[in-house]
């Protein structure tokens, strides 16, 4: 079983930065370089939604219109990590992150991603 890690989640002004990261541990010794990897994000009482995506090879960037211009999602493949920079933050994007994870589906419908992370806690406050 594939299991991802989210880190680097807190709270922060608005206009502030935060800075995610995410890692595989699997049985198998893969990686997340290994894999397609997505950003979700789920605020109280809203559904999960998509945030940005990054394909295996980093040849494929998408973000979500709402994020677009604010954040940047990257890979660091000597850390095998996916990284996700998140600047200009506003109190709308306060949420639970999640970082999710496929070997062969890519794309912005939480469906297509088998590996999911246990959150991490974004606030934008004052």
């Known amino acids: 079983q594939v299991q991802l890690i989210e880190s680097g989640g807190g709270t922060v002004q608005p206009g502030g930065s935060l800075s995610l990261s995410c890692a595989a541990s699997a049985p198998s010794g893969r990686t997340l370089n290994s894999f397609h990897v997505g950003w979700f994000r789920q605020a109280p009482g809203k559904e999960r939604e998509f945030v940005a995506r990054i394909s295996e090879r980093g040849g494929i960037i998408h973000y979500a219109d709402s994020v677009k211009g604010r954040f940047t999602i990257s890979r660091d493949m000597a850390k095998s990590t996916v990284r996700l920079q998140m600047d200009s933050l506003k109190p709308d994007d306060t949420a639970v992150y999640y970082c999710?994870?496929?070997?062969?589906?890519?794309?912005?419908?939480?469906?297509?991603?088998?590996?999911w992370g246990q959150g991490t806690q974004v606030t934008v406050s004052s």
């Open positions: 999710a994870a496929d070997l062969t589906r890519e794309g912005a419908y939480r469906g297509l991603y088998d590996y």
